[in-house]
């Protein structure tokens, strides 16, 4: 049984309504009565203890650092409390406290690869001379520590006015990092703008619409670039691209998100923390957290631009899709909009049943590669988009130049492969087709339905039997797996078991599928009710 804080009654209501809030993801209510129960019982570990991460992920700084310190005094602190510790003492200009958590970070070891990073600002902070942080090739985190240096130590040479150390940092920085570019090139380009026009001006695509804003300001003369970065703001930085690192694994997912908001917190002012905390949220599923993240982010800077991008996918995750949409038409109208604009409304016509219009999208984000040479995930989509809005032709021909791009996919393979089975066109080719993309992925299932159904589809119902089975053992509760082998065990006369798979497909099953499956339980398999 979970235990409860020792306080009076007030208290407990507080915490009680909290804990409801906290079952309902209700994030800012839970967080506001754990607030409220904290002050009536300010010394409550139970409190402190669920306080402190729901403070973090609803973006309530005072309350993360109330409930920190008093973990702290207990040795309960998480290790990322570390991390919210240093970034309060560096936006305070709290060298010391900054320097002493700082070596905590390195006993407990977790985040420890940063130590070196976040001294060399404690070094600019402080103002005793500076020297630039070199990491240990024997520590076995440096591989780990390696993907930041290079920025950080940029940044740090930017804060001094140093650009000719900072140049060959920034390029380095810049290698390897296409989805965290437009954040590095912005915040570059504003630490050079006062300083080197030219060479913000240089850091910038002159073609692109994300940057726009930017070289415009800088051309004229109105920079909005910061006097110098912070130590605060270098940290944020780091902490923000770590979060945005890890992000896209579901096992860190949560951490990255209280990495971010803590990247936040210490950079209030910054748009880069509030754009990745925000893209986070919305993988996370709380769009509404993400869209009050990115209205953090003035409409007169730098990167409004890059958060209305976020914004799009934040007000689609809230289940607003009418104002996304709207929104990403705005966003792909513009000049030199790039394809991933495209791609973001041909998504979102596609959700909203416009499949043809989200093939025109998907087929404008292809105009930004050189012709004849667009990236085979584009034509997939463009493809598949054509299918569903039943040009069938058109859909055909764009899928055939994907494979041709593109042999080795299978996914894109299997795309192909069964709308031929579907319409029992070029079956033998088709079979062919996904008998290599079962090869290639051999533990999809989705995969290896689309060739158990070929062989079926092809007269070979022995050799489609045990492969629809392997199939509908990887995915139990898909309707197509499950109704493809109970027309395949209906046809080598196991009628029992097809009705038992057709069964267990009619349970998830809705509209004229449902239909055509209780037929089949109620009369068997006859043509007119067989499978696409």
């Known amino acids: 049984m979970a235990s409860v804080p020792s306080a009076a009654a007030p208290a407990l209501h507080d915490y009680a309504r909290a804990r409801l809030a906290d079952g309902d993801g209700a994030l800012a209510l839970a967080a506001e009565g754990y607030k409220a129960a904290l002050i009536r019982d300010p010394g409550s570990v139970d409190v ?159 073609n692109g619409a994300i940057y726009a804003r930017a070289r415009t300001d800088i051309e004229a003369g109105r920079v909005r670039g910061q006097v110098a970065i912070s130590p605060a703001q270098g940290f944020a930085r780091l902490l923000a691209r770590l979060a945005d690192d890890i992000g896209g694994e579901p096992g860190t997912l949560e951490l990255a998100v209280r990495l971010a908001r803590i990247a936040s917190f210490a950079d209030p002012v910054g748009a880069g923390a509030h754009i990745i905390a925000a893209r986070l949220l919305t993988r996370v599923g709380l769009g509404e957290y993400a869209v009050a993240e990115l209205a953090k982010v003035p409409e007169s800077s730098w990167f409004r631009t890059l958060a209305d991008i976020e914004l799009v996918d934040a007000l689609a995750a809230q289940g607003d899709d009418a104002e996304a949409l709207a929104l990403a038409r705005r966003l792909a109208a513009m000049p030199d909009a790039e394809g991933e604009r495209q791609v973001r409304l041909g998504r979102l016509l596609a959700k909203a049943g416009d499949f043809y219009g989200a093939a025109s999208a998907f087929r404008a984000a292809q105009a930004s590669y050189a012709p004849g040479d667009p990236p085979w995930p584009l034509l997939l989509y463009e493809g598949s988009a054509l299918e569903q809005a039943g040009h069938w032709p058109e859909a055909r021909a764009v899928l055939q130049r994907a494979v041709r791009i593109a042999p080795g996919e299978p996914i ?121």
């Open 48 to 206: 402190a203890r669920r306080a402190y991460y729901q403070a973090i992920e609803s973006g309530d700084m005072t309350l993360a650092l109330r409930s920190a310190r008093l973990l702290e005094m207990v040795g309960l602190l998480p290790r990322d409390g570390v991390l919210l510790l240093i970034g309060d003492a560096l936006a305070r200009s709290d060298w010391s406290s900054a320097r002493q958590w700082t070596d905590r970070l390195v006993e407990q070891g977790n985040f420890a690869f940063m130590a070196p990073m976040i001294r060399g600002w404690l070094l600019l902070g402080e103002g005793g001379g500076y020297a630039p942080p070199v990491l240990d090739p024997a520590d076995r985190m440096a591989p780990l520590a390696s993907r930041f240096i290079a920025e950080q130590l940029a940044m740090q040479w930017l804060a001094q006015g140093q650009v000719t150390n900072a140049r060959p940092d920034m390029v380095r920085a810049q290698t390897g990092r296409p989805e965290d570019m437009p954040i590095m090139r912005l915040t570059f380009a504003g630490a050079l703008a006062r300083t080197d026009r030219a060479a913000a001006l240089a850091m910038l695509p002159i």
């Open 412 to 532: 894109v393979l299997n795309y192909l492969g069964y709308a031929q089975v579907e319409r029992r066109e070029n079956v033998e080719v088709a079979l062919a087709m996904l008998q290599k993309a079962s090869r290639l992925k051999p533990d999809d299932p989705s995969i290896t339905d689309s060739f158990g159904w070929a062989r079926f589809v092809s007269g070979d119902v022995e050799g489609a039997v045990p492969v629809l089975e392997r199939a509908a053992a990887g995915a139990p509760q898909d309707v197509t797996v499950n109704e493809h082998l109970g027309d395949a065990l209906w046809a080598a006369g196991r009628r029992y078991e097809a009705r038992y798979a057709w069964e267990a497909a009619a349970f998830f099953a809705d509209g004229k599928v449902a239909d055509r499956l209780e037929a089949k339980k109620r009369e068997g398999f006859k043509p007119e009710y067989a499978a696409p």
